[in-house]
């Protein structure tokens, strides 16, 4: 089970620190993605770190002001992102997928466990 946090509303230039708590499994074998969507649109992939964290990935538009983050010890992983934008408004998922790799993987097609989502919305 995946439970993110951290979401609500803030305004443009803010900073939020989203957060995503893992139950009932070894968290360091899951490599761990944030996805969002707005409705109508498709899901799109904002970061990704590894299951050991020793690689991140981000979506160009998040690059410079986000930091993905985890402690396994905690089963947790956070998203923080600053200067933030009002595009940056919509639903935050996190996602899990059991990995034998250190890779991180960009697509949701690829993940395995999703979360409910977060609402972040920015005020212009």
């Known amino acids: 089970q995946l439970v993110e946090s951290g979401g609500g509303l803030v305004q443009t230039g803010g900073s939020l620190r989203l957060s995503c708590v893992a139950s009932g499994r070894t968290f360091s074998d899951y490599g761990v993605g944030w996805f969002r969507q707005v409705p109508g649109k498709e899901r799109e992939f904002v970061a990704g770190i590894s299951r050991v964290g020793t690689k991140v990935d981000y979506r160009e538009s998040v690059k410079g002001r986000s930091t993905n983050s985890r402690d396994n010890a905690k089963n947790t992983v956070w998203l923080d992102i600053r200067r933030l934008k009002p595009e940056d408004t919509a639903v935050y998922y996190c996602?899990?997928?059991?990995?034998?790799?250190?890779?991180?993987?960009?697509?949701?097609?690829?993940?395995?466990?999703w979360g409910q989502g977060t609402q972040v919305t920015v005020s212009s």
């Open positions: 996602s899990a997928k059991r990995t034998v790799t250190g890779a991180v993987i960009s697509s949701g097609a690829g993940y395995d466990y």
